[in-house]
């Protein structure tokens, strides 16, 4: 078999399952297994694969077609431009959440201590410090799992990155549901809870709702849950002129605005992505 014969193979096999963008997983599952990139596949798709490539192959296609999304299968994908693990105890880093490291990124100071409420993979904090000077940071999830993924890539940005070497110890991982283990106060306070409404997570497609943690998606009735008893915690470990940014879902803008207010921020401001949807809110704790 060639490249190309087992991509038209891959191709067909993801198309019987239905998946959307089956030509793209087809050539990245490839790539993949075969250590290659697509100028090589496009140049030389008579290049003959190993039997070794071939069976390795047709077992990535198979757990692609039950649904397994592809960062999960390949074990990796990019966030802010930087590679990240992931594996099913971690929600899959979406683009949407760069929208709020962008934002916090916009008045980060060198030296700020940050702290990641439910850090899953650790994206959010980690890509912060790659991109700040001094800066340290506390990551907390609840799931062992999580905090696992997380340390395994503060090492491989230190393994990737000259200016990266001393970020794991730049961050301390703390096993804690929401704030309760956490002590001491912060420049910046971070979070991408759960927040889909537990009657809308029902509805989200196979790749989500079967293979990403439960624990990371369902916020609850109306999926404001976390951000009920996260907001008031986040006030209390802030320092003054401190902030918490948090993402939320398109329609949760003015809700999560007034459990902002409620809890006694300034500032407060809801923030929108790319798309234009609500994305992100934002308050300070007042200097006074
Ligand atoms: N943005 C994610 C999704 O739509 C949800 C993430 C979350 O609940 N924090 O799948």
Do not use: W
Not at 90 to 105: C, F, H, Y
Not at 133 to 162: F, K, M, P, Q
Not at 216 to 233: T, W
């Amino acid at each position: 078999m060639t490249y190309r014969e087992l991509y038209d193979r891959g191709v067909r096999t993801l198309e019987e399952a239905g998946l959307e963008e089956a030509k793209l997983d087809a050539r990245l599952l490839l790539e993949f297994i075969c250590s290659t990139d697509r100028t090589v596949l496009l140049a030389h798709p008579e290049h003959p694969v190993t039997e070794k490539e071939q069976e390795d192959y047709e077992e990535a296609l198979e757990r692609r077609a039950g649904h397994i999304p592809l960062q999960y299968i390949i074990g990796s994908t990019e966030f802010m431009g930087l590679p990240f693990q992931v594996n099913p105890n971690v929600l899959i880093p979406r683009q949407d959440t760069e929208t709020l490291v962008e934002e916090a990124m916009r008045d980060l100071c060198d030296g700020e201590r940050l702290l990641d409420v439910g850090c899953g993979s650790g994206c959010i904090l980690l890509s912060l410090l790659h991109y700040s000077n001094d800066c340290t940071g506390v990551a907390v999830d609840i799931s062992e799992g999580a905090l696992e993924c997380a340390r395994e890539n503060a090492d491989l940005l230190a393994r990737t990155y000259e200016q990266d070497k001393t970020l794991p110890e730049r961050v301390t991982f703390l096993k804690s549901d929401l704030l309760s283990h956490v002590e001491g106060s912060f420049d910046k306070i971070l979070s991408n809870p759960p927040y889909i409404a537990s009657d809308v997570v029902k509805t989200l497609m196979p790749e989500v709702k079967d293979h990403e943690p439960m624990s990371a998606l369902d916020g609850g009735k109306e999926g404001l849950d976390l951000y009920e008893r996260l907001i008031p915690e986040a006030f209390e470990h802030l320092i003054p002129g401190g902030s918490l940014l948090v993402e939320i879902g398109y329609d949760q803008g003015k809700a999560v605005e007034e459990l902002f207010t409620k809890a006694g921020f300034v500032r407060v401001e809801v923030i929108k992505d790319l798309s234009g949807n609500d994305r992100v809110v934002r308050g300070s704790r007042s200097l006074l």
